[in-house]
């Protein structure tokens, strides 16, 4: 399959047309991708034996084996569909099949057959070198997030004088600036802190802050395990893309807007031919960057149903059916708050979205640690 | 496909089942979370969670402030074990590197 530079496998994907990437893990309805951030956890292929490898942020690279999982046949053919058909009002496993023992037996053994995310590895993997090593670092100012917010803090820090350090798990800076016309300044700031326009500003990409165990900060950067404490840290992980809630809205192209637009403007891969907005009005920069690549969005407003099989083909919009082959979801965000609760930090409920609670200067209510987030996406 | 609106993807877990646990008394989160899965998939509640605490909060008519929180653990994303079984290894305290955060600590 073609690859661009810079396609993830997920990006070659959809421009090559395929959209089914793997199914579901009880009905085995079809699933692709959604967020294209990594987060949603929609787009799981098996890459070289690897199961559950996300297909939106993992870079192709030549010779890759590529597989779906969860599957019978193929992605697009999945004899297990049947499950999603037999089971049209849902099955509830609770006290199912429980007796006699023989029938639980049974039932058992096809359930472990059928169901699951993706499949292990029958042979241990080998590890390459010396294995992962394990690191330990004190810097005066952590920043997590390498989007708007965080290289603004870094900056203003650093400025001070103050040695920062500051990591995002993507390739490069910039958070979703890459794809988002209205940031054009923060793509600037990300050249400026790649460049290391900022003496005392030090930016690891492809650096992940996977957890905070007391006041270490665990990343993994490579291989390697990285603990960091800090005297200061940001927390900047911006947020993560909303699930929309109409019938069939799992369906292999339903994106949400950040996705769409990492696909557009990230990749230059078309998001759909006819595109049905949902939620909020989409940007005019999106519907003219859509146009320009041979796009049109063909209706917008509240989505209530999609239908197609085993994609989008129609959505729901009031009581007429809009024929479309993507459906793109304009939804706020919610606040990335696993690393704030990990650290201790108040949660709270702000505009019905959970938040770290905050005071002066993105302070949150332990010492030493700041939260640092921007306008909804 | 069967017609279905779905909570949370990784689990397949419909708004149906969440509205009949609510129904038959599963009344907090972390009962919701247990009985159905919800947030326990591998997106680790990243997508479905919020979405299902304000239907939780909704369907019992209590504020969202009443509301207990899931605990996100760690790690935020998959990571292989091997990474983790470094925490085991003798850590390297001053490792090799140039930049600002030279010289500085405690």
């Known amino acids: ?377 | 496909m069967s017609r279905k609106t779905l909570l949370c993807r990784c689990e397949d877990i419909t708004v149906d089942d969440c509205e009949t646990a609510v129904a038959d008394g599963y009344a907090c989160f972390e009962d919701l979370k247990r009985f159905l899965g919800v947030g326990t998939g591998p997106c680790q509640g990243k997508a479905c969670v919020q979405t299902a605490m304000r239907m939780l909060a909704d369907l019992r008519e209590i504020p969202l402030d009443d509301m207990d929180v899931m605990t996100f653990r760690p790690p935020v994303r998959p990571i292989p074990f091997a990474v983790l079984a470094a925490a085991d290894a003798d850590p390297r305290p001053e490792p090799e590197r140039p930049g600002p955060t030279e010289g500085v600590g405690p």
């Not at chain 1, 009905?27 to 967020?35: A, I, N």
């Not at chain 1, 969860?70 to 509830?92: E, H, I």
């Not at chain 1, 790649?194 to 650096?207: I, Q």
């Not at chain 1, 990749?267 to 949902?278: D, E, M, N, Q």
């Open chain 1, 1 to 377: 399959m073609p690859v661009r530079p810079g396609d993830t496998l997920g990006s070659a994907l959809h421009r090559a047309g395929v959209l089914v990437l793997s199914r579901s893990m009880k009905y085995h309805r079809p699933r692709g991708l959604y967020c294209c951030t990594g987060s949603c956890a929609s787009c799981f292929v098996d890459v070289d034996g690897v199961p559950n490898v996300p297909a939106c942020t993992t870079a192709a690279a030549p010779g890759m084996e590529v597989r779906s999982q969860n599957t019978l046949g193929s992605a697009r053919r999945d004899l297990l569909g049947v499950v999603d058909k037999v089971y049209r009002r849902g099955f509830d496993p609770h006290g199912a099949f429980t007796r006699p023992r023989i029938v639980n037996t049974m039932f058992l053994k096809a359930v472990r057959f059928m169901s699951g995310v993706g499949e292990a590895p029958e042979e241990t993997m080998a590890v390459e070198g010396a294995g992962p090593q394990r690191l330990q670092l004190h810097v005066h100012h952590l920043v997590v997030g390498g989007g708007r917010k965080g290289l603004l803090a870094a900056k203003r820090h650093a400025h001070r004088g103050l040695a920062t350090l500051l990591v995002d798990e993507a390739p490069r800076l910039g958070g979703s600036a890459a794809s988002d016309p209205a940031e054009r300044d923060t793509l600037e700031l990300a050249a400026a802190a790649e460049a290391g326009a900022w003496p005392a500003v030090e930016a690891w990409t492809g650096t992940l802050a996977f957890g905070v165990y007391g006041d270490v900060v665990a990343l993994r950067r490579g291989d390697d395990l990285w603990e960091v404490r800090a005297d200061r840290i940001t927390l900047a992980p911006g947020r993560h893309d909303a699930w929309p809630l109409f019938v069939n809205n799992d369906l292999p192209g339903v994106l949400s807007l950040r996705g769409a637009r990492r696909l557009l403007h990230g990749h230059g891969v078309l998001p759909g031919r006819a595109v049905v907005g949902h939620g909020d009005p989409l940007p005019a920069s999106f519907v003219e960057a859509l146009e320009a690549a041979g796009g049109r969005v063909v209706g917008q407003g509240e989505v209530t149903e999609a239908a197609g099989s085993p994609v989008v083909e129609r959505a729901r919009l009031g009581e007429a059916w809009v024929r479309c082959d993507a459906i793109v979801c304009n939804l706020p965000g919610t606040p990335r708050v696993e690393l704030f609760q990990q650290a201790g930090c108040r949660l709270g409920f702000e505009g019905g979205v959970l938040a770290p609670a905050t005071g002066k200067d993105g302070a949150t209510s332990v010492e030493g640690m700041h939260a640092a987030f921007g306008g909804p996406p």
